[in-house]
């Protein structure tokens, strides 16, 4: 089992940033590919951000495309993402998850580990 704990989320006026940031705890971590995805106030889940165990592959949803940056520390079982030039859109309950495998995806149902999710508000 991987445990995953998000922090980082907050309310933020439009134009700001913020960084999130997942801890991962239990079963090994540097060999998972881990993601970011997002559920919008009424919304379906959706994919913002992927990154391969090794930090040198990551996608990213259109929308969120050279504003937000996932990165990631394996020496300390750590995922982020930098969030940049917010908008209302972004608003949602952002979770960290991790795979079984090494290379990014950005298909939800391809992970298997979840956290429990940290809100990020973005006010106009």
């Known amino acids: 089992q991987v445990q995953l704990v998000e922090s980082g989320g907050g309310l933020v006026q439009a134009g700001g940033s913020l960084r999130l940031s997942c801890a991962a705890s239990g079963r090994t971590f540097s060999r998972r590919a881990m993601g970011w995805f997002r559920q919008p106030p009424g919304k379906e889940r959706e994919f913002v951000a992927t990154i391969s165990w090794s930090g040198g592959i990551t996608y990213y949803a259109d929308s969120v495309k050279g504003r937000f940056t996932i990165s990631r520390d394996n020496a300390k079982n750590t995922v982020s993402l930098q969030m940049n030039s917010l908008k209302p859109e972004d608003t949602a309950v952002y979770y960290c998850?991790?795979?079984?495998?090494?290379?990014?995806?950005?298909?939800?149902?391809?992970?298997?580990?979840w956290g429990q999710g940290t809100q990020v508000t973005v006010s106009s």
């Open positions: 998850a991790g795979r079984g495998r090494d290379y990014a995806s950005s298909s939800l149902n391809d992970y298997t580990y």
